[in-house]
T-cell receptor, first 118, second 113 residues
Framework: GAVVSQHPSWVICKSGTSVKIECRSL??????MFWYRQFPKQSLMLMAT?????????EQGVEKDKFLINHASLTLSTLTVTSAHPEDSSFYIC??????????????FGPGTRLTVL | AQTVTQSQPEMSVQEAETVTLSCTYD???????LFWYKQPPSRQMILVIR??????QNATENRFSVNFQKAAKSFSLKISDSQLGDTAMYFC??????????FGQGTRLTINP
């Protein structure tokens, strides 16, 4: 249980285009999901919290008009990078919390999406 | 604000040796959870072990165990009988309340044959 998928695993796009990344919880429901960005050899940086049925909550310094998040259902959240530029090139990872018996929610991560903007 | 510090950017040991990764954190809360995640070259984040702050007993998962010192705010990971497949980035993480994970900077561990 607690499997999270991401699609696509990698994408190359031209500058100025938009790219959509999907995050799915495959065998559980998630009212919240999280989107991270990771630069090479660095830790994960939380970008935003995706909330099912309501607006996403963005971390300070993250442009909400650049990174559009939609939590369409209890198993799907999407991140759209709008008008992508080379500086948006990065590794994007999503996670979803899963409640383990007798414990707290534990974050399970998708495999990540490598975005390259030319 | 909660912070997590991993003071060892890189470590390297021989296969079958035991290695300990350090992690300290700062919080004023009493109830929280601590995690170690592994990120191998595939970059998939994998949960290694979890510790509830209210439990005094250190968590163990096969070859992985933690030394949780709540008063010292320390949460180290010990890997016994290290294997080549343990080569990865290891991230210590903290969570309390709002489910926002706070990560440390990571330790790059290399297991040499």
């Amino acid at each position: 249980g607690a499997v999270v998928s991401q699609h696509p695993s990698w994408v190359i796009c031209k500058s100025g285009t938009s790219v959509k990344i999907e995050c799915r919880s495959l065998d559980f429901q998630a009212t919240t999901m999280f989107w991270y960005r990771q630069f090479p050899k660095q830790s994960l940086m939380l970008m935003a919290t995706s909330n099912e049925g309501s607006k996403a909550t963005y971390e300070q310094g993250v442009e909400k008009d650049k990174f559009l998040i939609n939590h369409a259902s209890l198993t799907l959240s999407t991140l759209t990078v709008t008008s992508a530029h080379p500086e948006d090139s990065s590794f994007y990872i999503c996670s979803a919390p899963f409640l383990l018996a007798g414990s707290t929610d534990t974050q399970y991560f998708g495999p990540g999406t490598r975005l390259t903007v030319l | 604000a909660q912070t997590v510090t991993q003071s060892q950017p890189e470590m390297s040991v021989q296969e079958a040796e035991t290695v300990t990764l350090s992690c300290t954190y700062d919080t004023s809360e009493n109830n929280y959870y601590l995690f170690w995640y592994k990120q191998p070259p595939s970059r998939q984040m994998i949960l290694v072990i979890r510790q509830e702050a209210y439990k005094q007993q250190n968590a163990t998962e096969n070859r992985f165990s933690v030394n949780f010192q709540k008063a010292a705010k320390s949460f180290s990971l010990k890997i016994s009988d290290s294997q080549l497949g343990d080569t990865a980035m290891y991230f210590c993480a903290f969570i309390q309340g709002a489910q926002k994970l706070v990560f440390g900077q990571g330790t790059r561990l290399t297991i040499n044959p």
